[in-house]
């Protein structure tokens, strides 16, 4: 698997554009806007785009969507389906944060917990991780060892919790039970600002570290 993280809409969202070297095969992962940017690094690459992912349903990540479904015809999938009143309100949050007409979408496929998400021959596993919003995924390329987790973690830091249906605790174990276990060496790309590793986050990060010397 490749990846290109694409920086998108006035929060620099990490918008992500993978694909199967094999068969150029690609997805875009959190399309939030700015889609002729996307489209262009989709041409760049010589790939063909095959489906949109979401993590979940607030709008730096799924602004995009709609305009690009509908531009290629592409399915869309994700997030869970306890995200489904944010997406709905997307043109409240657009008008709300001055980004234009965000419309709304029906997802093809809401996804959960032990799905599995074909791209070519990769398959990204789907692990469902509630907490900053009720319908939050992250997916997981086993054979690379890199994981999309949207808001959920940070180089740092983890995703707020008070929006509507923000949970703090359950933010706190999504991360220890769907990330942790995935393994230290995992690189994972989150919502905004730079990569790191699990294995980083669980010695360093104030919010979630193991606390071993403690």
Aim: glycine residues 12%; negative net charge; contains cysteine.
């Amino acid at each position: 698997m490749q990846f290109k993280i694409i920086p998108v809409t006035p929060f620099q969202q990490n918008c992500s554009l993978i694909w199967c070297d094999a068969t150029r095969e690609a997805a875009v992962v959190d399309p939030g806007g700015d889609v002729a940017r996307i489209l262009a690094e989709v041409e760049k690459h010589g790939l063909m785009l095959k489906k949109i992912l979401l993590t979940h349903g607030h709008l730096d990540h799924v602004g995009g969507t709609a305009e690009l479904a509908s531009k290629l015809g592409l399915p869309i999938e994700g997030p869970h389906m306890d995200d489904q009143f944010w997406i709905e309100a997307l043109p409240q949050q657009a008008q709300m944060f001055g980004f234009g007409d965000a419309k709304t979408f029906v997802p093809d496929r809401w996804l959960a917990q032990g799905d599995v998400v074909e791209l070519g021959p990769l398959r990204l596993l789907v692990r469902f991780c509630p907490g900053h919003t009720p319908g939050h995924v992250i997916f997981f390329e086993p054979e690379s060892r890199v994981a999309f987790v949207g808001d959920v973690l940070f180089a740092g830091s983890i995703g707020r919790t008070d929006f509507p249906g923000g949970n703090h605790q359950q933010l706190i174990d999504s991360i220890k039970q769907q990330l942790w276990t995935l393994g230290d060496d995992v690189r994972f790309v989150p919502g905004h600002g730079p990569m790191s590793t699990f294995g980083q986050e669980r010695a360093t990060n104030p919010f979630v570290a193991d606390k071993r010397y403690g």
